[in-house]
């Protein structure tokens, strides 16, 4: 079976990690905006930054283990 490289699990790592921050930041703006507030507190960047980030299709493209499994049974 197929085993990922380690540059490409750190590389994945990476790409999760700066899009929980994306995320985090559009909704730290989004809540700003909503409020009209020019900070936030503490508790509230601890509880958006502890939120786990959605599933996306490229999450289930990147646990493909196999090119096999890529291909329908017929």
């Known amino acids: 079976m197929y085993r990922r490289s380690k540059f490409i699990e750190v590389l ?3 790409r999760k990690e700066m899009s929980a921050e994306a995320d985090f930041d559009v909704d ?7 409020t ?9 960047r601890k509880e958006m930054r502890t939120a786990e ?7 289930a493209i990147a646990r493909v283990e196999s090119h096999t499994d890529l291909v329908p049974e017929t």
């Open 28 to 34: 730290l703006f989004s809540e700003m905006a909503r």
């Open 12 to 14: 994945l790592e990476i």
């Open 36 to 44: 009209g507030s020019t900070s936030v507190t503490e508790k509230d």
């Open 53 to 59: 980030p959605p599933n996306t299709a490229d999450d």
